[in-house]
């Protein structure tokens, strides 16, 4: 473990996050909202202890181990869920303590995209802007694009792109070099929220609106700038807008990449888990227009319009709304809720356990049902052509059952807080999975339920961010032997 090496590098990034502030500031004095000295404040608190960091430890160099990619990465994460608070608390507008603002500020970041704000029409233009961007630079991984700039410091970066990259192939990169792959993926993520962006602006949003729900569908965020979520618009050719980004995001990066370098769509019709990816999708989207047409809770036109946005935005963890959901009729509420464990594929700004993860369980568990016919058959788990080696399938069942273990400490953590199982039960799965929007009475926000729950629920989206085991490796004795 190297300390000063660590405080170094917290520091040296803590410094560079405090130049989010500035942009809400630029959008505060083109409003003339009042907001820019709350926003000054946090600039100067965020980059003065940035620089306080990076003082003293400044000529300190040293060779970065896994260990202490981990720990930058998880302190890092909860040091920019707090400092990224400080706008909220400080602003007169919203009138909220600190664990209100820590946890709008750690939903942003995690893109989660639950809330505790409500009146959002009403607030300064810069506070909701700085909420989008929260999820924007969340979406991407601030350790995902600090790893361009490491190498300047004389630091190697593979470490914490390792610990931050989700799923089992987090090791592969996309270029020689983790610079390279660090700069060709904010290039993608950056194209896509440019295009999603004008595309929304083409079909009526203003350029405010159209900016920060650009922001938020690309970073899988679902935050908005209106109580009503897209519902405020009234424009289905932005709710088709919405669901094509959702699902383009919903999908891993690395496909994205080589098709843009290779100039080919194949990539996407071949992958194992993008296959089972839109298979999930698809599946829901037919199951709900199937109800909610039989039911006629909305018309045929609607049913599919509606139905498939709602399918979109849970399975990839997005959390935008046009319907409230919650009150359609028989299981689909809780139907469409569970797509939100699969969640994104790796390597996306999604959240949930991975498509790849669920694939990789199921097929497992058909080989063992083919082993009991067969006991003396070898038979590989397979992806495409290539067989997964045990190691990853172990990694593979250790995740699920660490996720499954979280899960249910955190319930029953919720259910002694106070809250009804409905409740606890949708509002850990919504935060472990970064999905934002739960059941009960946290369906609509999560303002009125309790400060101990808050606190779990932000440790939760933490939890989820950073895929279980990156967080709860600090928890263990073996990590903090020398």
Not at 15 to 32: D, G, I, Q, R
Not at 62 to 72: E, M, N, V, W, Y
Not at 176 to 190: D, H
Not at 401 to 427: D, I, R
Request: net charge positive; hydrophobic share 50%.
């Amino acid at each position: 473990m190297h300390p000063q090496l660590i405080a170094r590098i917290l520091g040296t990034l803590l410094a560079v996050f405090s130049l989010t502030m500035l942009p809400p500031m630029v959008v505060s004095h083109l409003y003339n909202d009042g907001s820019i000295d709350i926003f000054l404040q946090a600039f100067i608190i965020t980059l003065g202890t940035g620089f306080s960091l990076w003082l003293p430890t400044r000529r300190y160099r040293s060779d970065l181990r896994t260990r202490d990619g981990f720990l930058i990465t998880a302190m890092f994460w909860f040091v920019l869920g707090s400092f990224g608070s400080l706008p909220f608390y400080f602003s007169s507008a919203l009138n909220v303590g600190i664990t209100d603002a820590v946890f709008e500020s750690m939903s942003g970041l995690t893109t989660t995209g639950a809330t505790v704000l409500t009146g959002l029409d009403s607030l300064p233009k810069s506070l909701l802007y700085y909420r989008q961007q929260l999820q924007w630079f969340g979406g991407i991984g601030i350790i995902v694009i600090a790893v361009a700039i490491l190498p300047m410091l004389g630091i190697g970066g593979m470490q914490l792109y390792r610990a931050e990259t989700p799923g089992p192939v987090k090791d592969n990169k996309l270029t020689p070099r983790i610079t390279e792959t660090a700069k060709s993926l904010f290039v993608i993520y950056f194209s896509l929220t440019a295009t999603c962006a004008f595309a929304y602006w083409a079909a009526g949003m203003s350029v405010f609106d159209a900016i920060c729900h650009a922001y938020s569908t690309v970073a899988i965020g679902g935050f908005s700038t209106h109580d009503a979520s897209l519902g405020f618009f009234d424009n289905n050719l932005i709710v088709l807008i919405a669901t094509f980004f959702m699902l383009a995001s919903g999908i891993n990066f690395a496909l994205h990449f080589f098709a843009w370098r290779n100039k080919t769509l194949r990539h996407y019709l071949h992958d194992s888990e993008a296959k089972f990816y839109f298979f999930l999708i698809i599946t829901g989207c037919i199951l709900t227009v199937f109800v909610l047409s039989r039911s006629g809770v909305l018309s045929a036109e609607d049913a599919w319009i509606h139905g498939v946005f709602t399918v979109v935005s849970i399975g990839t963890t997005t959390g935008f709304a046009t319907e409230n959901f919650s009150q359609w009729p028989q299981g689909l509420p809780w139907a469409i809720f569970f797509l939100a464990f699969a969640g994104g594929c790796a390597g996306s700004t999604g959240g949930g356990m991975k498509c790849i993860r669920v694939l990789l369980v199921w097929r497992q568990a058909l080989r063992e049902v083919v082993q009991l016919v067969h006991p003396n058959a070898v038979i590989p788990v397979k992806l495409g052509k290539r067989a997964v080696a045990p190691r990853v399938t172990e990694a593979v069942w250790g995740f699920i059952a660490a996720y499954f273990a979280a899960f249910l400490m955190l319930l029953l953590a919720m259910l002694f807080s106070g809250l009804n199982f409905e409740t606890a039960f949708s509002a850990v799965a919504a935060c472990l999975n970064n999905l934002g929007p739960g059941l009960g009475d946290v369906a609509a926000h999560y303002g009125n339920i309790n400060d101990v729950a808050k606190w779990l629920l932000s440790f939760a989206m933490l939890l989820g961010r950073l895929e279980v085991f990156t967080l709860v490796v600090l928890f263990s004795p073996t990590f903090w032997r020398s």
